[in-house]
């Protein structure tokens, strides 16, 4: 077996320079927090195929999986799902002797793809989820979805705001 709990022995597969190997497995994926809230991956991993390629003077890498994120919409705070497609490349070439050229997910030929592919799931969950593209938000004054209410139904005094009311009250001197 060449993957074992998230790491792949690269060198068990045996790859002559210009060789290939595609190899299907699971990899575990954990939550991802976000402004101080959670989104959880769907079922907690995903199948994923990793391409491993031998070059002259290491391994070109790819990995890609899908996953449903699951969380708060950042506008209304109702669920939003999101789902990501990930396509992630690395290369990992330890005899050309330049840092740029290793990857930090092969130490000593053990490649940790449970790392990777947390790290490529961060970085492609959308920066502001959200439950529907034009989701409306919550209204600052009442606080009530806006995505629920009609536009027009949905009015309050003109004025200030209510919350600031008590700093209206402040009696500064000068």
Not at 25 to 48: F, Q, T
Not at 100 to 114: F, H, I, K, M, Q
Request: glycine share 8%; proline share 6%.
């Amino acid at each position: 077996m060449y993957a074992e709990g998230g790491i792949v022995d690269l060198e068990r597969l045996a790859l002559s320079s210009g060789q290939a190997r595609a190899i299907d497995l699971e990899v575990d994926l954990h939550p991802i927090e976000l402004g101080g809230e959670s989104y959880r991956p769907a079922g907690g991993g995903s199948e994923s195929r990793l391409d491993v390629s031998r070059t002259s003077t290491g391994y070109a890498l790819r990995l890609r999986f899908s996953s449903a994120l699951t969380g708060p919409c950042v506008r209304c705070l109702e669920d939003a799902g999101t789902e990501i497609e990930i396509d992630a490349r690395e290369i990992d070439q330890p005899a050309a002797n330049d840092e740029e050229l290793r990857s930090p997910y092969v130490t000593d030929g053990l490649l940790n793809v449970e790392r990777w592919a947390n790290d490529a799931l961060v970085l492609a969950l959308p920066s502001q989820p959200l439950c529907r593209p034009d989701c409306a938000g919550l209204c600052p004054v009442c606080g009530e979805s806006l995505n629920d209410v009609d536009p027009k139904a949905h009015r309050h005094e003109r004025g200030s705001d209510p919350r600031m009311a008590k700093l209206r009250e402040l009696k500064l001197d000068e």
